[in-house]
């Protein structure tokens, strides 16, 4: 056998390993009834800080260390698994599914279905207005045709409060902007959320 098939294999045994240990990342917390907030996590140097396994690293190219280091990526997990989700947890990275995706997850309950509703989300997200509410809380809205708002998603810590409480904080936060901008409306929209 080449040089080149061995590492070929390496690689390739090893970026299935690490991509098998990502679902399953995404499977724990799908078990759990969260899904994990892909774009946060994804965030250069998120993993690495939070001491989560890499999914791909440069030590993937080098065989024999490609190995290595996914079974080490693999242990580290299996080994701080609860201590991963309550640091994902504190930092709001986890978010609580919806009734609807709950049953999604139900009929697969495998991790690429759990990936598979982050990638469906941020489709469903792309055409809504974000604002940043706080350092670590975002509300997802568009404006209806009567100009109402619809709260479409709310992330962070925002996103375990109870629904009036997240209309207050669109509120505060739009009259907050209103005040720095010296704006006076007296036709204000009212505010609801959409029921998924």
Known sequence: MSILNIWLATFATSLGISTINELRMYKDAADKGYRLNSESMNKPNFRMRQGIP???????????????????????????????????????????MTEEEKKIYDEFPIGLTSGLLNVREKGELSD????????????????????????????????????????EALKEYREKLLKERNINLTNQPRIRVRSK
Do not use: M, W
């Not at 698994?81 to 990275?93: Q, S, V």
């Not at 974000?130 to 100009?147: A, F, H, P, R, T």
């Open 54 to 96: 890499q999914n791909i690293s440069l030590l993937l190219l080098i065989p024999g260390l490609n190995l290595l280091n996914t079974i080490k990526n693999v242990l580290v997990y299996e080994i701080n698994r609860e201590k991963i989700f309550k640091r994902l947890d504190r930092l709001a990275i986890t978010e609580e």
């Open 128 to 167: 809504c207005t974000s604002v940043k509410i706080d350092k670590k809380s975002k509300i997802y809205y568009n404006l209806d045709d009567e100009g109402q708002f619809e709260i479409h998603k709310v992330t962070g810590p925002l996103s375990k409060k109870t629904p009036n409480e997240q209309i």
